[in-house]
């Protein structure tokens, strides 16, 4: 079955190149990605009008042309239930009793092709499918108005002269509308239940799903899996809108036990033996904890282990993840491995380079940034093995590096899936240890700790002490103000870098702090209640240079009392340890984990910090804000407000991507699929596919 699911979309009958491409563009090139493309919905034909997507069957009234646009006068038969007791009354001589009765609705039916009204005959019926708008717009008084409107404006007053009893306070129409053929309708797998299948590509919905179940007829059937259903009768299924909850529950089920499967069948290497320094863990100016130490001895446990690592390092924001990730790196080194650390910005790449090479100079070990300004003679002697610890970017990715035993990946969230890249496939021991400083839900931990080894660390070096306060942005003028009398280094966060119609950027608040808390010989104090004090202010945001963020950071550092206004960039990586203020303004732009993120900028030396978040009006999240100080208290409480997409898709960064199934809501099929532990010919829809494994 492989080689039929395997083949490229352009050997599927009716699948030109101009669809090759629609469905290019979806991810979808061969048979599988095509039979796991599913419709987004299905419609019912509608027998009221309301706004959104609509099947409707309507007669054609009038056609119009103006200059390059056309538009078409439909009338739509609603039915509507009376029960006025004098109407009922005068029918049935019963009070309670309802009578239908139908309703003529005009539908204005706009096509930017003066061509596209020939398809439609005057008095014929047609079943459509578009968007239903309600313009809210009287037809009378647009009609008075029509002399003013523009050329290529369709007029609403050639409606007029219809007299169906259109309803005068509603104007409802349809952009381009597809006609669908009642014979077409009738062919559809999904016409038994009266749905049109909508599709997420501007193909055809009715000839996508004929293709596609035209397609399923050349596949075997295949065993039932669960209950009678099998594989190809649940895509049938989930194409057709029929029997949808237990044909999806086929398809998380598949997919569940090809990630048991995987995780069962890890591939095998000799047992290594590390040999460590006397003085491993004495090598940085602090004292590791028991909680850092604990990490260390179960990474490196893994890392001496016969079957390549998968590990997650989870910490709190400044609890020393990158230490206890170095040490254990420095260890593959050490004993004749070559190492790669990623990073996933370049000014993070740079500050571990920094950070690190004064130790790795002392083991001799030679060592080298990479991102993607580095000469390709360097690159290429990364490639030969010249360098036994390379620090680099995505650049890193596709690079290959002889006798690689360890990837260590910083911010893994911010990295794809990493099962295709080169730099893994060709590792002589493929061992990975993933990091986050985003906390992992503990029902999520728990629900996946029989699949993936953890080293969760929720106190750091030092305790730290950050006040959280929650300011209305009336009071942005008091702010300035005990900036301008406090002077002291500060990060500004803000949640864009241009104006948009809510709220300002970064760059307008940048300006606007230049003009009034800035330092400046010249300027007259007496001009500002806000003496300005603050040695220097910085604009740090995403579009910059990659060398210039990290000049911009490094000054920031070594300034006294400046002022870093930033966007998220500055969410991971940037460590300056003396900054102990942070203000996010539009705070309820961000999540709570992102919050959480930025609040861990500062406080990094111990000392007592301050976060203020700037907002329009108090919210539940930002109150919950306000009263954590726990990361995974606030990750749980992120999930239960916006669902575990995030958190499931970090962890699938290093795993499988899930394609249906959901966790933690799909928890019972996974542990049913550990019980079971099957192995099916089915894995074959998921194996090696863009869109799955």
Request: proline share 3%; hydrophobic share 40%; aromatic share 8%.
């Amino acid at each position: 079955m492989s080689s039929i699911l395997d083949l490229p979309i352009s050997k599927i009958k009716n699948i030109g190149t101009q669809r090759a491409g629609l469905l290019k563009r979806l991810g979808v090139t061969n048979i599988k990605h095509l039979l796991l493309n599913f419709p987004t919905q299905f419609i019912t034909e509608s027998k009221n009008l309301r706004p959104g997507p609509a099947l409707l069957t309507v007669r054609i009234v009038r056609k119009h042309k103006f200059g390059k646009l056309s538009a078409i006068t439909a009338v739509f038969s609603q039915k509507s239930d009376l029960e006025d007791e004098k109407i009922t009354k005068n029918f049935t001589n019963s009070k309670n009793s309802t009578q239908n009765f139908s309703e003529e609705i005009q539908i204005t039916l706009k096509f930017f092709s003066p061509k596209a009204i020939n398809f439609f005959s005057i008095g014929q019926k047609y079943k459509i499918f578009g968007e239903l708008e309600q313009t809210g717009q009287n037809c009378e008084k647009s009609s008075k108005n029509g002399q003013n409107r523009g050329k290529n404006e369709v007029s609403n007053e050639v409606f007029h002269d219809y007299q169906a009893n259109p309803k005068r306070d509603q104007n409802w129409m349809i952009k381009n509308p597809k006609i669908i053929s009642d014979r077409a309708f009738a062919n559809l797998g999904s016409a038994e239940n009266g749905h049109l299948p909508i599709y997420q590509t501007s193909i055809s919905n009715v000839i996508l799903n004929k293709i596609v179940n035209e397609t399923l007829t050349e596949l075997p059937e295949g065993a039932p899996i669960l209950g009678e259903l099998s594989m190809k009768q649940a895509i049938w299924n989930l194409h057709n809108g029929a029997n949808l909850a237990d044909s999806m529950k086929i398809l998380k089920f598949v997919e569940a036990s090809l990630f048991v499967h995987l995780y069962e069948k890890k591939e095998r290497h000799e047992i290594l033996k590390l040999n460590l320094p006397s003085d491993f863990l004495n090598l940085f100016p602090f004292e590791l904890n028991n909680e850092q130490k604990r990490a260390i001895t179960a990474i490196l446990a893994d890392l001496e282990g016969n079957s390549p690592m998968k590990h997650f390092l989870y910490a709190e924001v400044g609890a020393g993840k990158t230490a206890i990730a170095f040490l254990c790196a420095l260890a593959m080194a050490e004993n004749g491995y070559n190492v790669a650390f990623l990073a996933p910005t370049v000014t993070l790449a740079q500050q571990h380079f920094n950070n690190f090479t004064k130790i790795l100079t002392k083991f001799g070990i030679s060592h080298i940034l990479l991102s993607r300004t580095t000469k390709k003679s360097e690159k290429l002697a990364i490639n030969a093995g010249k360098y036994k610890f390379v620090i680099a970017t995505h650049a890193l990715l596709f690079t290959k590096i002889p006798n690689l035993g360890l990837i260590v990946i910083d911010e893994i969230q911010k990295f794809g899936v990493l099962q295709k890249a080169q730099l893994l496939e060709n590792a002589a021991r493929k061992n990975v240890l993933m990091m986050s400083a985003t906390p992992i839900p503990r029902s999520l931990k728990i629900l996946l700790a029989n699949f993936i080894n953890f080293s969760i660390i929720e106190n750091g070096v030092f305790e730290k002490q950050i006040k959280t306060t929650l300011l209305n942005m009336v009071n942005l003028p008091t702010l300035l103000e005990r900036l301008a009398q406090n002077p002291d280094k500060t990060y500004w966060v803000m949640p864009s870098i241009e104006d948009t119609p809510e709220y300002i950027g970064a760059i307008s608040r940048f300006n606007f702090l230049l003009q009034n808390l800035a330092k400046n010989e010249e300027f007259d104090e007496v001009e500002s209640k806000a003496k300005k004090t603050v040695s220097e202010i910085f604009l740090l945001h995403g579009k910059m240079k990659d060398q210039e963020k990290i000049e911009i950071v490094e000054n920031f550092k070594k300034s006294t009392a400046g002022i870093l206004v930033a966007t998220t960039v500055i969410e991971i990586g940037i460590d300056v340890p003396d900054a102990n203020r942070i203000i996010i303004e539009n705070a309820s732009q961000f999540g709570l984990s992102q919050l959480h993120q930025l609040r861990g900028r500062v406080g990094r030396s111990g000392q007592r910090a301050f976060c203020v978040c700037l907002c329009e009006k108090n919210s539940k999240k930002l109150q919950y804000f306000k009263e954590f100080n726990d990361g995974f208290s606030i990750a749980q409480k992120d999930m239960e407000l916006r669902g575990s997409g995030e958190w499931v898709g970090t962890l699938q960064h290093g795993m499988n991507h899930f394609s249906f199934l959901k966790l933690p809501e799909d928890a019972e099929i996974l542990d049913f699929a550990k019980q079971e532990r099957r192995v099916l010919d089915e894995f074959e829809f998921f194996v090696n596919s863009d869109i799955g494994y």
